[in-house]
T-cell receptor, first 112, second 112 residues
Framework: EDQVTQSPEALRLQEGESSSLNCSYT??????LFWYRQDPGKGPEFLFT???AGEEKEKERLKATLTKKESFLHITAPKPEDSATYLC?????????????FGEGTQLTVNP | EAGVVQSPRYKIIEKKQPVAFWCNPI?????LYWYRQNLGQGPELLIR????????DSQLPKDRFSAERLKGVDSTLKIQPAELGDSAVYLC??????????FGPGTRLTVL
């Protein structure tokens, strides 16, 4: 069974204070690892897909990296508008079709 | 381009009452998903459609939940009868292949 654990559960940063969110996973062959952003009262918004260890992707102040056991979402010089819950999910080679297994998310708050 | 549309956005019902949620996916997306998201947790897949066919419904509680996707476009998810534990956000998502990328805003269900 695929499993995803995200840490920390909550993170409070000052504007400009860089940090990283962690996503540890176990999966029977990784088809893809996904990062989403979710604002209160909204559905998740897709950010990145990573497919193999060593891969990196960037979008504005966000950079996602992947190893064989975990992924990091690095936030550089965050702004208050980066405040949201960040969700990580994996898609395994064995699991049915394109089913995703999500973690519980990291709630990020960036104070001005 | 319009995103995934869901209605209603909020629903409050008494336990044992029926309830239905409607989803209109992004035009041209043949894959449609229904997820349930409990407070403080990541989404969990309930059912996945490829066109009109339900190809992954292994996590749908079939004693009280049902879904349909007529003509391979819109979809309806029904709960009858609702229980207190069904209170959650029900998310619809669609894609044109690969994993889930586009989520709707969700329907927040409260069962009293």
């Amino acid at each position: 069974e695929d499993q995803v654990t995200q840490s920390p559960e909550a993170l409070r940063l000052q504007e400009g204070e860089s940090s990283s969110l962690n996503c540890s996973y176990t999966v029977s062959g990784l088809r893809g690892l996904f990062w989403y952003r979710q604002d209160p009262g909204k559905g998740p918004e897709f950010l990145f897909t990573l497919y193999s260890a060593g891969e990196e992707k960037e979008k504005e102040r966000l950079k996602a990296t992947l190893t064989k056991k975990e992924s990091f979402l690095h936030i550089t010089a965050p702004k208050p508008e980066d405040s949201a819950t960040y969700l990580c999910a994996v898609q395994g080679l064995v699991t049915s079709g394109s089913r995703l297994t999500f973690g519980e998310g990291t709630q990020l708050t960036v104070n001005p | 381009e319009a995103g995934v549309v869901q209605s209603p956005r909020y629903k409050i019902i008494e336990k044992k009452q029926p309830v239905a949620f409607w989803c209109n996916p992004i035009s041209g997306h043949n894959t449609l998903y229904w997820y349930r998201q409990n407070l403080g947790q990541g989404p969990e897949l309930l059912i996945r459609y490829e066109n009109e066919e339900a190809v992954d419904d292994s996590q749908l509680p079939k004693d009280r939940f049902s879904a349909e996707r007529l003509k391979g476009v819109d979809s309806t998810l029904k709960i009858q009868p609702a229980e207190l534990g069904d209170s959650a956000v029900y998310l619809c998502a669609s894609s044109s292949g690969g994993a889930t990328r586009f989520f709707g805003p969700g329907t927040r269900l409260t069962v009293l």
